[in-house]
């Protein structure tokens, strides 16, 4: 079955660190680009970042830069994202997101892991 | 960055109803433009890409157009599993620059 699978959410601290993990099957995962998009509670979609399929290009949000890395390893066809130095309005649903052949845009997400930060 | 705004906010339509949704960028750009139909508590789903592709599955009555900084998505006969928040997203230099739009919200009437 292709999809993608996160896990690593929860409820952690201001200040706190956090590292999410999506676990990609059903296809040839390290053909891909792949990315972190979140969407905070009742609001739209925001890019976080992206990573090339050989980890060659990565980038990032500037709300995030500094403070998020992703990664991936194409062994265990997995994303992951270090999330460091979270802050309140850092509080959504992370999807992890496929990058289409065409490299523009995304044609699978997983069910996203909830990331909430706290006090 | 470029910024991405989609009108109008919400809408409220009937089934049948020929439904257009706006997406205007800040500054033009490639017709790298996609839009993706979310339902509550599910994850997007890409419905157009490159402005006016249709992705495979999608129903005939989605459809885009627009280039430069004005595109459309068009829903030519409003059905019912069609009540959703659809968003527009461009692609410009990847993977550094990613942007949606604010959303549009399509209600029942």
């Known amino acids: 079955e292709v999809q993608l699978v996160e896990s690593g959410g929860g409820l952690v601290q201001p200040g706190r660190s956090l590292r999410l993990s999506c676990a990609a099957s059903?296809?040839?995962?390290?053909?891909?680009?792949m990315d972190w998009v979140r969407q905070a509670p009742g609001k739209g979609l925001e890019w976080v970042s992206g990573i090339s399929w050989n980890s060659g290009s990565i980038g990032y949000a500037d709300s995030v830069k500094g403070r998020f890395t992703i990664s991936r390893d194409n062994a265990k066809n997995s994303l992951y994202l270090q999330m460091n130095s979270l802050r309140v309005e850092d509080t959504a649903l992370y999807y992890c997101a496929k990058v289409s052949p065409r490299g523009k845009e995304f044609d699978m997400w997983g069910q996203g892991t909830m990331v909430t930060v706290s006090s | 960055a470029i910024q991405l705004t989609q009108s109008p906010s919400s809408l409220s339509a009937s089934v049948g109803d020929r439904v257009t949704i706006t997406c205007r960028a800040s500054q033009g750009f490639s017709s790298a433009l996609a839009w993706y139909q979310q339902k509550p508590g599910k994850a997007p789903n890409l419905l157009i890409y490159?402005?006016?592709s249709l992705e495979s599955g999608v129903p005939s009555r989605f459809s885009g157009s627009g280039s430069g900084t004005d595109f459309t998505l068009t829903i030519s006969s409003l059905q019912p599993e069609d009540f959703a928040t659809y968003f527009c997203q461009q692609f410009n230099n990847y993977p550094h620059e990613l942007t949606f739009g604010g959303g549009t919200k399509v209600e029942i009437k």
């Open positions: 059903g296809f040839t995962f390290h053909d891909y680009a």
């Open positions: 490159d402005a006016s």
